[in-house]
């Protein structure tokens, strides 16, 4: 019990410090500044090349997503994801210990061994495909998409939009993903931001006012003419859970056949069934899984 005692203590402490250095201090693997930058870039070229010219600058719900970026980029992990999954962790490490084992005897690839870009991509690979399984799963399991409504309550399209989720949603996907890191070793921090901000410029593009698809490449990269499908408050009649699940790659949808860009959606209407009822502020939007009772 000690241990875990210290473990909450320093996980908290270290995540605290950890965000200060981030806030006052700039370097090249800078998520705090690398947010706002990203953030800033992506906006700038919905104001160039906006696909809805209709659309405010400060969109809808605008300032909402903008708090849940940082809320839940930065103080969601002080107030509960470092300490759960520092403790999930060690709890594995543990179980795994009784029978003398490590999580390194586990691993069957090793990414050392492998020319740098090459182990990268392999990094990338597996972490999007485990996520793109992992979205599919908030859209089939009820349990799972009363959270993800959250996410779907967007009504107006944005690079913000992207981090509007619950915060139960990134405890889903970590505690799916560690397993399959777990696996592979020889990634470092380095490696870790390469991807994340990847996949954050891809995210946020997504989202974004823009009508692009990439030409060629829309068959490998998510881009925002079909994810916007995605979003559809109206589902495809041979689709009951959803269509387009791509995180950072549209690949895995058009390899699994769950692709669906019939014809330009720049106008259609975002959402899900009986969305009107869905709460529209912060508090109620978290809350709205824990009070939510199906009819």
Known sequence: MDKYLQLFKDSYQGYFNYLLDEITRFHWENYFY??????????????????????????????????YMFFNFFLLNLI???????????????LLSIFNLKVSAFQIVDLNALPYGLGLLVFFL???????????????????????????????????????????????????????????GGFTVSDVAIVHFFALTVGHLNHANLGWDYGIFKYIFNNPKMHIWHHAKVLPKHTKYGV???????????????????HNGRDIELGFENDEAFPKDFVSQELYPLKFRKD
């Open 244 to 262: 387009n699940y791509g995180i950072s790659l549209s690949l895995w949808d058009y390899l699994f056949k769950t692709n669906h860009v019939p």
């Open 34 to 67: 690398g947010l706002i930058l990203v953030s800033l870039l992506v906006w700038g070229l919905e104001l160039l090349f906006p696909w809805r010219k209709n659309q405010d600058v400060f969109r809808k719900d605008f300032w909402l997503d903008t708090f």
């Open 80 to 94: 509960v994801l470092i300490f759960l999954s520092n403790t999930a962790e060690a709890l594995f490490n543990d």
């Open 126 to 184: 597996i972490s999007d495909f485990v996520q793109w399984n992992t979205h599919r799963l908030l859209h089939r399991v009820p349990f799972l998409w009363n959270f993800h409504k959250v996410h779907h309550s967007v009504k107006q399209m944005g690079f913000a939009a992207h981090l509007r989720y619950h915060w139960m949603e990134p405890i889903v996907y970590k505690s799916i993903l560690y397993i399959p890191l777990a696996i592979i």
